[in-house]
């Protein structure tokens, strides 16, 4: 079964306005890691922010927050104030912290378009 | 500033060569990976390193293999590269409890 699941392969945002990208996850391991990759076409995998399960609050960075459920194991991606620079891939991972040796499981991605 | 380099950003090899990736970081990580990238298949794991000379299969090993004969040094070797080799491949390290792994620029192989 896939670990790490992003629905949207594709989705558009009127610049300055707020996007969700979409996660759910599966694992039997209680402690585990969230993170959000962002991808522009040149190729470097950008690190953006992360949520650890015991984390109590929602992790924010700047303009990215993530909006952690834990009961329904989602962990989508919301960016405020949408930039055309935020146009890009941006891949959910997944690490289990206490199985997997300190890997992690990447979803398929989501490819965001920003419109001027 | 964390820094992981690789060897090439482009790379054409013909199908047959011995193909070399390498990956170097500067932090001290134990831990090391080599993914590589495909249209809609997302990141999928090769080979990762969680000490020198220590290394473990991940999901797609068939084809590669690695060395690791120094911390921050992480080889990707590809012994008679075929067209179905032709894909980004990206290198990342991280601390064994690390929040995130670092990534390098990636490399852009292509077998003809």
């Known amino acids: 079964a896939q670990k790490i699941t992003q629905t949207q392969p594709g989705m558009f945002v009127q610049e300055k306005e707020a996007v969700t990208l979409d996660c759910t996850y599966d694992t039997s391991d209680p402690s585990y890691g969230l993170f959000w990759y962002k991808q522009p076409s040149s190729g470097e995998m950008i690190f953006l922010i992360y949520q650890g399960s015991y984390d109590q609050q929602n992790a924010t960075e700047g303009r990215y927050s993530l909006n952690f459920q834990k009961a329904r194991k989602s962990a989508n991606l919301v960016i405020s104030a949408s930039q055309l620079g935020d146009s890009a891939m941006y891949f959910c991972a997944m690490r289990e912290l206490n199985t997997n040796a300190g890997k992690s499981t990447f979803g398929d991605g989501t490819t965001l378009t920003v419109k001027p | 500033d964390v820094k992981v380099t690789q060897s090439s950003r482009y790379l054409v090899k013909r199908t047959g060569e011995k193909v070399f990736l390498e990956c170097v970081q500067d932090m001290d990580h134990e831990n090391m990976f080599w993914y590589r990238q495909d249209p809609g298949l997302g990141l999928r794991l090769i080979y990762f390193?969680?000490?020198?000379?220590?290394?473990e299969k991940g999901d797609i090993p068939e084809g590669y293999s690695v060395s690791r004969e120094k911390k921050e040094r992480f080889s990707l070797i590809l012994e008679s590269a075929s067209t179905n080799q032709t894909s980004m491949y990206l290198c990342?390290?991280?601390?064994?409890?690390?929040?995130?792994?670092?990534f390098g620029p990636g490399t852009r192989l292509l077998v003809l």
């Open positions: 390193s969680y000490d020198v000379k220590m290394k």
């Open positions: 990342a390290s991280s601390t064994p409890v690390g929040e995130t792994q670092y």
